[in-house]
């Protein structure tokens, strides 16, 4: 069946550094992919998104890349804060082919903490 | 903050009772989806409205049920809730069209007892 999920559950880093989340997604359909940042209390925050006809797309201290061939997907977070500790979510968007259809199918979670 | 509201912020029910849960979504926006949160797991997707209709459901039964109005603010309701239903209710609002990210709410978080 279709599915998002994550290698690594937690991640710890420390100040400074350069974070790296991953995320395999199982359906060759997948058309759009979308991370978000969950902060305790909160609704998932918008980060970065790509198509799937992209392989890399660059944002503020961000980056996501795009493997089709082995279906993986990850981000990039440059000089990690402390305030970018949170849970971060992979979401893959199936289009039924409706106009306005989009299904997004989350992962698990990866808990990212970053020590000052 | 994404401009997309909902309420209330908490709610406790008890087994067997109904939930009616709101969301306003963003200005502009007239697509909305509502994901159901277990604690410890990502959204799952419940159903999405676009032009006051149903336009895709997940794996949700029947007493989950939904409306959307025509300034596109939207409803949940549970009927016949179960201590299962417990979990983060989060909304989600977007524009029409393929690929288009969703902006999230806040949640309403539903104890059942």
């Known amino acids: 069946g279709e599915s998002v999920g994550l290698h690594l559950p937690t991640l710890s880093v420390q100040e400074g550094d350069n974070s790296i989340i991953n995320c395999a997604y199982s359906n060759s359909a997948s058309d759009y992919f979308i991370w978000y940042k969950q902060e305790s209390g909160k609704g998932p925050q918008f980060i970065i998104d790509i198509r799937s006809n992209m392989d890399k797309r660059q944002g503020q201290r961000v980056t996501v890349l795009l493997n089709k061939t082995v279906k993986h997907l990850s981000l990039q977070i440059a000089a990690t804060q402390p305030g970018d500790s949170a849970v971060y979510f992979c979401a893959e968007n199936i289009s039924w082919g409706g106009t306005s259809y989009g299904k997004l199918t989350f992962g698990q979670g990866t808990i990212l903490t970053v020590h000052p | 903050e994404t401009g997309v509201t909902q309420s209330p912020t908490h709610l406790i029910k008890t087994r067997g009772q109904q939930v009616t849960l709101r969301c306003s979504s963003q200005?502009?926006?007239?697509?909305v989806s509502w994901y159901q949160q277990a604690l410890g797991q990502g959204p799952q997707f419940i159903f999405q409205?676009?032009?006051?209709?149903?336009?895709g459901r997940g794996n949700f039964p029947p007493r989950f049920s939904g409306l959307q109005f025509p300034n596109y603010s939207s409803e949940l309701n549970v009927n016949a809730l179960e201590l299962d239903d417990s979990a983060l209710y989060l909304c989600a609002s977007s524009l029409a069209g393929l690929g288009e990210v969703q902006y999230f709410g806040p949640g309403t978080r539903l104890t059942v007892t």
């Open positions: 409205y676009y032009r006051e209709e149903e336009n």
């Open positions: 200005s502009g926006h007239n697509t």
